[in-house]
């Protein structure tokens, strides 16, 4: 982590923002919800676990052109009715991270191979972790799961692939890191807003820039949340005034079933189940944008295919022609919604089973592995 002193830009920003005290803030818009709030001046939440990081040897000098930067978010941050103490707190020193930008051309789940990703998500460890906490918040998941109706073995995948249940995935500052992106990442007008959504979780949340650590990408929490998805879905499901997505179960969990339904998933539906072609099967039918249901797909020789047709369902060769088939259902395109990657969603949904099933089943630590069971669509 880096901590830099400000020189130019602290006086600059300084007496802009105090001449900004002078007018009065306007209302949040719509695009970017506001947080509730149980009082007027809450208390400051836990602060979110912290990952140590080695800082920096020496201060890289001031970016005149990213300085100016600054100033002008801080303009439009104004125009969102974030206070001037926060914009003043959360921007003084910062400074672009370059490792950031590596690591965002380095995602495991868009560079490693289908297989391989699954295979390293899906371990030994986070089954036995995911049994782990299923048994230690039986009682919890039983109650999320009853409300949003989201079974509690995708909540664990999910958990357990994100953040390793709360131990991973907490290096960054997320603003330096989304500040980072926004200035001279590949998609900058992304992350700009993303900035703009983390700047109103301080302000909202009364928490200060080190507080919100996250990933390189600035996802932050225990099931990683982008700024904007914790403004428009996070849950305080406990109860005690705030959504507290970096240090409690109840919220964590609340907060990633809330996701999911707000993004259509479907009580009741699995996610798919891995298939066999018969030979000489055509490929090219193959793609989330092909949809036939169950007895059409049996009609061109897919025989496992299952569940009533008024269900559609793709067929996906995630590692090409040769590698294993799998029949996925509305439900799976639902966790890409939550992440873009295939191999990212087969993933949660292989953990998912492995976790749903009991210690003595000896189940491999992926379906690459070896052929598994197939699970039919209920």
Known sequence: MHHFASRGFSSLLVAGLLLGLIGACKPLPETIPPAAKTTADPPPPASPRLIAVEPAATAPPEDPAFQSWLEELAREARTLGIRDSTLAAALQGLQPLPQVVTHSRQQAEFVLA????????????????????????????????????????????????????????????????????????????????????????????????????????????????????????????????????????????????????????????????????PAGFDPSLAGLDQRRSPSEWRQLGIREASGPDDRSLALLLPDGATGPAFLVSDNFRTLLRWNRSIAFALAVSQLAERIAEQPTTGASSSFFAETPEKTRLP
Request: charged share 25%.
């Open 114 to 277: 289908t297989s391989e990703y699954v295979r390293r998500m899906v371990s030994e460890h986070r089954i036995r972790e995911g049994r782990r906490h299923r048994d230690l918040h039986a009682n919890l998941l039983q109650e999320v799961e009853e409300k949003f109706g989201v079974p509690h073995s995708v909540l664990l995948a999910l958990w357990a692939i994100e953040s390793d249940f709360g131990q991973g995935r907490m290096r960054y500052p997320i603003v330096d890191a989304l500040a980072t992106q926004a200035y001279q990442g590949r998609r900058q007008s992304f992350f700009r807003k993303e900035l703009l959504a983390a700047l109103t979780i301080l302000d909202q949340e009364h928490l200060q820039r080190e507080d919100l650590r996250g990933s390189w990408a600035g996802a932050t929490g225990q099931v990683q949340f982008l700024p904007s998805s914790y403004l428009a879905y996070a849950v305080d499901f406990n109860g005690d005034g705030q959504r507290d997505i970096w240090n409690e179960p109840a919220d964590i969990l609340a907060s990633a079933a809330n996701y999911l339904v707000r993004a259509g998933w479907k009580k009741g539906l699995n996610w798919g189940m891995e298939v066999s072609r």
